[in-house]
């Protein structure tokens, strides 16, 4: 008798994803995603934000500590630097739809009840939660992608993406079966890291402001 794998061992949320309805029905069936392990210790999904008419999606990585607790993308320290950054490029950020290329948080944490501790998605786990993000662009259909960081990047473009290589430009390049417009640039939580953080704040701004020409 042949043994059927359960959906997270088969690492694809391909069976969650509803075959109709807008951004709400995704968001409802996202919350029982079981496509990879990560909902185990994940709080819940964090699901994409923002208005399905947007004319530019940002994609990040995956959610951190703050956004798994309150359930939205983007409402972290990284996310109020993106968002200061977007409105210094020219971006209304409540005009963008924010999500991320994982939709669950992965983290480790060294003892028990200590902080957890980010830790990057692997290609297959970014593969499995593909089906959500081709589902968001489905529905939204925006004008412009901005790509925030390397992972973001490989989820949508392939595992050769480098952000250092093509940051800051304008990209047309095929994303799940639909011909797309990118901007690449660093994840906010870079900037956060750096130890020139002014220098990598300008140098995030400079990029939006690409994208926001790009919108024009």
Known sequence: MVRTKAPEDA???EPFVPGRGGLAALRRAAAECQG?????DATRTVFGAGSQDARVMLVGEQPGDQEDRQGKPFVGPAGK?????????GIDPSEAYVTNAVKHFKFTRAEPRKRRIHKAPNLREMTAC????????????????????ATAGKAL?????RVTQVRGTVLEEDVHGRPERLVPTVHPSSVLRSDDREAAYRGL???LHVAADALS
């Open 157 to 161: 473009l392939g595992s050769s993406f």
């Open 36 to 40: 990879c392990p990560l909902h185990r």
């Open 205 to 207: 701004v400079a990029d």
């Open 11 to 13: 690492y694809t949320a």
């Open 81 to 89: 630097l993106l968002d200061r950054a977007l409105e210094e490029a």
């Open 130 to 149: 593909g089906p959500w993000l081709a589902a968001e662009l489905s529905v939204v259909e925006p004008e412009l992608i901005v790509v925030l960081g």
